[in-house]
Each structure stands twice: as structure tokens, then as C-alpha cells.
């Protein structure tokens, strides 16, 4: 849950907020999102009954809210690129690395304003920045006649171009965007770059060049995608092979299908073991798996979810599968009674190994409220230079991005355990009985975001799964009654 404001408190000295850009486009976005909705309820009173009948009102909501969106994008987009300039014009001390910081400021605020990651910040910020230079375009997503996907589509096939041509294909493409799918607008976009700037093609694949990555994807039930972004020539390469090797394969087509066994082949290519379990599990496959689960839940008397680092909840029987298995080594990373982890020695400047898988595989992801990325940073919340202790209580998931935006002028992190603010006094924090409950993160604008923590509120493991008494096996209720000796408040 994501609970956000903004401060009425004005730092003393600061001038008066200008209210004026504001109230122009929240004027009108009102107007046009009256007329849009008086449109509608035209269209309507003037359905025939049948048409009605079959549902005609419900498809003229559903795009009269379509047109609401775009005309709300649109002039979202005026909004980040007025922040933007303001910003870039009252920079105090322009240069290389106060840009960098404004950038990096920027981009974590449009994504928390508009709760999404970073890189949906960044993305929001770019395609603002390039409708500078594609009015057109932009008058059309303002009235909502196109999309902001097709609107950013042609700002991406215009983007190595300079700022006259943009104008240019902007102006061509104008008369024809209207109705144009985002597939449709970027080949035609495409054909008008590549007309003006021969050169733009050969040289924007060059540069695209340096795009490569991976990218994993977390999916549902103990599922993850990861995706190769490559030259095109090696990705289809790659492609062709796996299907080849697949078809060719001697393994049983009973137990799998080609596109099972390509999918195998691959993950045996990247971690250089078989995969010859028809659910593609591997028995023999030497890896770590850091599971958080409570005791209970590995003795077989809880069916409550464990944590798997790297992608979180995962069903019960799966963690004891994992743990079970004799070629991993598994970190058990066991909770109290309230799905606590625990460390101890706060006076050291690095979160010691233990405590820092405890921090990641409790947190799965940055802390910052809506960011998505994966944990690369331990960082102290309250700064270690300032006697912020070493400690559970506070420790924060945080992604690189953030924990420098964090340090950046006019921002500010705080958490909170148990209704007690822990972010100015190190002793107090130090003295915390486990994890704070919220993360809170105020931004040079004076808006605020807080997060709750994801393993409190009934998310994680202490979601407590009892399993019936009759499927425990005599073991399995011997170690259940052991476990309860030490947890008598819980029954």
C-alpha cells in the first residue's frame, strides 16, 4: 500500500509558489474532459434501442474514457516538461555532474508522482523533453486523438535526428497519424527519417547496438522470464538453434513439447547442468537457493509461503522440494514469531553477509515506493556517518538509482516501526525490537510517499497455512510440537 501527500510548509526565504502553469492546464483538462463526457451522453440519448440492447452504451463509456486518457497524457506530458525546464533554469550551479543529479532527482520524481519505476520516469521524461520538438503530434495526444504509445513511437523513430528534421517529420506526419497503430506510426515515421537522413538508419542500428542486456521478469507461480536483448542476426541465430536442437532432440515428446524442450536447452546452455525433469526442474543442479520461511513451513506442520531470493513468495511445498534437494546448498533464513529476521554488531559501516541476505530476501525489491527493480545496495536509511546503526531496523533493499537519489539535495527518507518515528535518533532505531512497518520518502517538491514494508500486514510469511493435523506424518508433528515450545503465544 502506497499512501502519498504533499507538505503546505514552505521553507522560509523560498519564493511563492506559481500557481499560474497549473491552474492553464487543469483548466483545461477540465473543459476538454467536459466536452468529451457531454459528447458521450449525446451519442448516447440518440442510440436506438437496439443498438442500446447490445451493449452500445457501455462501448461509448469505454471510449469516451479512452479519449479522457490520451487528452490526460497529453497535457501530463506539458506538466513534465515544464518541471523539466523549471529545473534546468534555475539550476544554481550548472555542469556535468549537478546535471547528472538533476536527472537522476527528476526521474525518481515524475516515476513516485505517477507510481511507477524508474525507468517509466525515465521513459515519461524523455518523450516530454522530444515533444518539444513535435507540436503537432503533441496537439493530437492533447485532444485525444491518438495515443501516448503512438505519440512516443514516432518521438523514438525521431530521435537521431536534429531538431529541424524532427519538426519536419513531425509536420509530414500530422495529415496520417490519426488512426495510425503504434506499429503502423512507427514505420511511417521509419520511411520519413530514412528519406531525409540516408545515413540515420545505419547509424541509429550502430548505436542500438550498445543496448544489449538481460532482463529478468518475475512471473506467477514460481515462474520468471528472462528476456536477451542482442544484434538481431545473433538473436535469430540463437533462435533457429534452440529450434533445431529441439526438433532433433531424442528426449520423450510424451513428457514435453518442442517449445518445453527449447526452453531446456537454453536454461542448460546458461547454467551448465541438465534439465531432464519433464517440469523442467534439475535434481542434480549445484546451486544456492536463499529460502525465508519459518520453521514450520520446512518440518512439513505449516503449508504458510516461504520467500525465494531474487523472486519472492513461493508455495510451501516448493520450499521443502527446494531445500530437500542434496546438490543445493540452502541458506534457511528462518523468521520469529512476527516474520522478523535478526542480526546483530550495528557499529559496523558494511551490512555483514548475513544480515544483508536477511535485508534482500525479506525486502525482494528497492524500498523506494514504486520502484521495481532489483536490490544492488544494503543502505542505511538513517546515514551510518550520522549514527545510523548497522542494524535490521535500519537497513532498506535499495537499487543504485535510489540509493544516490536518497543523498541528493532536498530529499529525505524516514521509516517507522510500531506508530515510533526511527529516522532521527540512531539509539532509538538501534533499540528497535525488528523491522520497521513503513518506508516514507519526502521529495524537494515536499510530496511524500509511504510504503509499507512488503512483509508486514499479512504479506509474506507471516501469513500463517496450517496443514490438517491428519496429513502431518509423526515426525512432522514431533518437530511441530518443538517449534510451539518456543512459540507459546501461538496457537
Known amino acids: 500500500m502506497i499512501e502519498q501527500g504533499v507538505s503546505s510548509a514552505r521553507p522560509e526565504g523560498d519564493p511563492p509558489p506559481d500557481g499560474g502553469f497549473a491552474d492553464a492546464v487543469l483548466d483545461a483538462l477540465l473543459e476538454r474532459v467536459g466536452e468529451v463526457v457531454a459528447h458521450a451522453l449525446a ?27 490520451r487528452i490526460a497524457q497529453g497535457i501530463q506530458h506539458d506538466a513534465v516538461s515544464a518541471l523539466e525546464h523549471r529545473r534546468a533554469s534555475t539550476e544554481a550551479e550548472p555542469g556535468p555532474v549537478s546535471d547528472r543529479n538533476r536527472a537522476r532527482s527528476l526521474r525518481a520524481e515524475v516515476g513516485m508522482a505517477r507510481g511507477v519505476g524508474n525507468g517509466a520516469g525515465q521513459h515519461a521524461l524523455d518523450v516530454a523533453v522530444a515533444l518539444r520538438e513535435h507540436p503537432m503530434t503533441h496537439a493530437l495526444l492533447r485532444d485525444g486523438a491518438i495515443s501516448a504509445a503512438v505519440a512516443a513511437a514516432v518521438c523514438a523513430e525521431t530521435a537521431s535526428l536534429d531538431r529541424r528534421l524532427r519538426r519536419r517529420v513531425d509536420e509530414l506526419l500530422a495529415a496520417s497519424l490519426v488512426g495510425m497503430s503504434v506499429r503502423e506510426a512507427s514505420a511511417a515515421a521509419r520511411r520519413h527519417v530514412l528519406a531525409l537522413d540516408a545515413e540515420g538508419g545505419a547509424a541509429r542500428a550502430q548505436a542500438a547496438r550498445a543496448t544489449r542486456h538481460v532482463r529478468l ?29 529441439a526438433v532433433s532432440s531424442p528426449g520423450s515428446r510424451l513428457d514435453r513439447t518442442t517449445r518445453q524442450i527449447a526452453a531446456d536447452l537454453a536454461v542448460e546452455a546458461l547454467i551448465g547442468v541438465s534439465v531432464g525433469d519433464p517440469d523442467g526442474s534439475s535434481p542434480v543442479l549445484p546451486a544456492e537457493v536463499g529460502l525465508l520461511m519459518r520453521p514450520e513451513t520446512l518440518f512439513g506442520s505449516e503449508d504458510t509461503p516461504g520467500v525465494l531470493d531474487g523472486y519472492g513468495p513461493i508455495p510451501a511445498a516448493l520450499c521443502r522440494r527446494l531445500a530437500g534437494r542434496e546438490a543445493s546448498w540452502v541458506r534457511r533464513l528462518f523468521t520469529d514469531d512476527h516474520g522478523d529476521p535478526r542480526d546483530a554488531d550495528d557499529r ?54 535510489d540509493n544516490l537519489v536518497k543523498e541528493t539535495r532536498g530529499w529525505a527518507v524516514r521509516t517507522s516501526a510500531s506508530g515510533r518515528d526511527d529516522a532521527g535518533d540512531g539509539d532509538r532505531a538501534a533499540a528497535g525490537a525488528g523491522l520497521p512497518d513503513t518506508v516514507t520518502w519526502t521529495t524537494p517538491t ?6 509499507r514494508r512488503p512483509h508486514r500486514a499479512g504479506h509474506g510469511p507471516t501469513l500463517v497455512a496450517y ?25
Open 217 to 245: 521478469r518475475r512471473l506467477p507461480d514460481a515462474m520468471a522470464e528472462l528476456t536477451v536483448r542482442a544484434p538481431a542476426e545473433h538473436a535469430i541465430s540463437a533462435w533457429r538453434r534452440l529450434h533445431r536442437d
Open 43 to 69: 451519442v448516447v440519448a440518440d442510440a436506438h434501442e437496439s443498438h442500446l440492447a447490445a451493449g452500445a452504451a457501455e462501448v461509448e463509456v469505454i471510449a469516451a474514457c479512452e479519449s479522457v486518457v
Open 446 to 451: 515536499g510530496h511524500h510517499y509511504t510504503a
Open 348 to 401: 559496523r559501516r558494511r551490512f555483514p553477509a548475513r544480515l544483508a541476505r536477511l535485508i534482500r530476501t525479506t525486502d525482494g525489491q528497492c524500498l523506494r515506493p514504486y520502484c521495481d527493480c532489483d536490490i544492488t545496495d544494503i543502505d542505511h536509511v538513517h546515514r551510518h556517518s550520522s549514527g545510523g546503526p548497522t542494524a535490521v531496523v535500519n537497513g532498506q533493499g535499495a537499487c543504485s538509482h
Open 467 to 491: 496443514r490438517d493435523l491428519h496429513d502431518r506424518s509423526p515426525m512432522e508433528s514431533h518437530l511441530h510440537d518443538l517449534v510451539r515450545a518456543y512459540r507459546p503465544e501461538r496457537q
